[in-house]
């Protein structure tokens, strides 16, 4: 095999690897290798491991109001609608992981920009619940 042969297939494998690589990231991980970034957690299924894994640590914050998180929740979710987000922010240590939610995404990218002003650093806009296919707490 000529040496430009053996470049182009060392191209075409290396380029093939990142296309499966990108996929997976897309679909929110590596399967067997926990969450590939906290970006991933917007994704139902990576967000859902993530949750029933033991170790763990994150606030899961329901930001629509009190009625909406009564009608139904994500499991583990507590409840500080946006509305009120500011005055009552959440007694997490402001490094810790916080995921955001609401009815569609719009609150829960407001209530981000409220905890970044606040000094949070540790962030994830899951966006609606809308997009959380598994089962909810009523």
Same mark, same amino acid.
């Given at each position: 095999?000529?040496?430009?042969?053996?470049?182009?297939?060392?191209?075409?494998?290396?380029?093939?690897?990142?296309?499966?690589?990108?996929?997976?990231?897309? *679909?929110?991980?590596?399967?067997?290798?926990?969450?590939?970034?906290?970006?991933?957690?917007?994704?139902?299924?990576?967000?859902?491991?993530?949750?029933?894994?033991?170790?763990?640590?994150?606030?899961?914050?329901?930001?629509?109001?009190?009625?909406?998180?009564?009608?139904?929740?994500?499991?583990?979710?507590?409840?500080?609608?946006? /509305?009120?987000?500011?005055?009552?922010?959440?007694?997490?240590? &402001?490094?810790?992981?916080?995921?955001?939610?609401?009815?569609?995404?719009?609150?829960?990218? *407001?209530?981000? /920009?409220?905890?970044?002003?606040?000094?949070?650093?540790?962030?994830?806009?899951?966006?609606?619940? *809308?997009?959380?296919?598994?089962?909810?707490? &009523?």
């Amino acid at each position: 095999m000529d040496k430009k042969k053996l470049t182009n297939s060392r191209g075409l494998i290396f380029f093939a690897a990142l296309l499966i690589l990108g996929y997976y990231l897309v *679909q929110g991980g590596i399967p067997g290798r926990g969450d590939a970034t906290l970006n991933s957690l917007t994704n139902p299924a990576a967000l859902k491991r993530f949750m029933e894994r033991e170790d763990s640590e994150f606030l899961l914050l329901d930001v629509r109001t009190l009625e909406e998180y009564l009608g139904g929740h994500i499991p583990g979710a507590e409840n500080s609608p946006v /509305e009120t987000l500011a005055r009552d922010l959440p007694a997490v240590p &402001k490094e810790s992981l916080i995921i955001l939610y609401c009815r569609t995404g719009n609150r829960s990218a *407001q209530a981000e /920009e409220i905890l970044k002003k606040a000094g949070y650093t540790n962030l994830v806009d899951f966006g609606g619940i *809308q997009r959380w296919p598994f089962d909810l707490i &009523k």
